[in-house]
């Protein structure tokens, strides 16, 4: 809504011009005849704050992102030339070009802890002074991340820029993520629904025309009429870079004896490099290196698995996924070695929470039918 309000035509100077005009005459004036003469850099800290995310697909639930240090800046139609400095090596994709500019969002995050909600029955979650919230379920509970996105943007109104995807570079310094076998993909599929609401923010903003009442309405009725405002497939493009130097998971299960505690069951240690490319909604081609991994039982304290690579890039564990021009899908393993030991007892408790998980995810998979 304030999006919205705030690209009204009443604030431009030039509301009275024609729309094309309009475009031509402040594009001129704001990027200059090289296309690119004045860049704003907005930047904004946030400190010591918690952020709570309804979501609309689930309203038992919602997420809760504790944000003790998040620092954000973005620049809009920059030159591609000065887009990828600062970004760490093993994230870069310098091989990219654009025939126009980029808008550049950067997003830099220490000690962030995502949590998922159960709400009490029948609560609202903007009930003040009332405690809604019947459990907290850690999803998340440390994060140190750093993410460039680098979207490109038409300084003339071409079709041309149309085949260039969208960059998104993440590097994980640390990430440890809780895997309870009840809730697990509760939680993914409240992320997957809050990341598709934000991504549907610019488009929303769109409705506001006139006045707050108004928008409102418009936004009640959409939602009563189930109207699919979703951007179409054809237009959802990226590619991927991501490297992981140091993911942990907790696997935890609800404990039979006590319903209202879990037990943790085994940490899986992952350090790995992940690239892929989407184009059109689909998976064109995925890539992964495992270059280290260790699955430790955390009942009787035992190692179960390990593998550890040298410094060559060829001895690592590999998964690739490419899809050719006529659509057939090839999936290749590249596992050179792995040590296992043989603590039957905590291999069968390992099997009982993969059981557990499965379960959980044909549950979620019927609800959302």
């Not at 310094?173 to 923010?201: H, P, R, W």
């Amino acid at each position: 809504m304030l999006i919205g309000y705030f690209s009204l035509s009443d604030w431009s100077l030039k509301g009275t011009m024609k729309e094309d005009e309009q475009w031509t005459s402040s594009n001129d004036e704001f990027y200059g005849s090289s296309g690119f003469g004045a860049q704003i850099i907005y930047k904004f800290e946030i400190l010591e704050s918690i952020v709570i995310f309804p979501v609309e697909d689930h309203l038992a639930f919602c997420l809760q992102v504790d944000a003790p240090w998040l620092y954000c800046s973005f620049m809009l139609a920059s030159t591609s030339e000065n887009a990828f400095e600062g970004i760490s090596l093993e994230c870069n994709v310098p091989s990219i070009t654009f025939a126009s500019g980029l808008n550049i969002f950067n997003l830099f995050g220490r000690s962030l802890s995502l949590s998922l909600l159960l709400l009490k029955d029948g609560t609202s979650l903007f009930k003040l002074g009332y405690n809604i919230c019947k459990k907290n379920i850690h999803f998340v509970e440390h994060l140190d991340t750093d993410v460039w996105l680098r979207v490109p943007c038409k300084i003339k109104k071409s079709v041309d820029d149309s085949d260039f995807p969208a960059l998104i570079m993440i590097n994980v310094d640390n990430c440890k993520v809780t895997v309870e076998d009840e809730y697990f993909f509760d939680g993914v599929g409240a992320i997957m629904s809050v990341v598709d609401q934000l991504s549907l923010v610019s488009k929303v903003s769109e409705y506001f025309t006139s006045d707050v009442l108004h928008f409102l309405h418009l936004k009640r009725k959409i939602n009563e009429e189930a109207v699919d405002i979703t951007d179409r497939p054809n237009e959802f493009s990226f590619i991927l870079k991501a490297c992981a130097k140091a993911l942990s998971f907790n696997f935890s299960r609800s404990n039979v004896k006590e319903a209202s505690t879990v037990e943790t069951i085994a940490n899986l240690y992952v350090r790995l490099d992940c690239s892929a490319s989407v184009r059109n909604g689909l998976l064109k081609s995925l890539d992964a290196e495992v270059s280290s991994f260790l699955l430790h039982s955390f009942c009787n304290d035992v190692l179960l698995a390990s593998f550890t690579s040298d410094d060559g890039a060829t001895f690592r564990i590999g998964i690739n996924f490419c899809r050719s021009l006529q659509g057939s899908a090839e999936v290749v393993f590249a596992i050179p070695a792995i040590d296992i030991w043989l603590h039957i007892p905590e291999w069968v408790s390992i099997n009982a929470f993969l059981c557990s998980l499965k379960e959980s995810w044909t549950f979620c998979s019927h609800q959302q039918l």
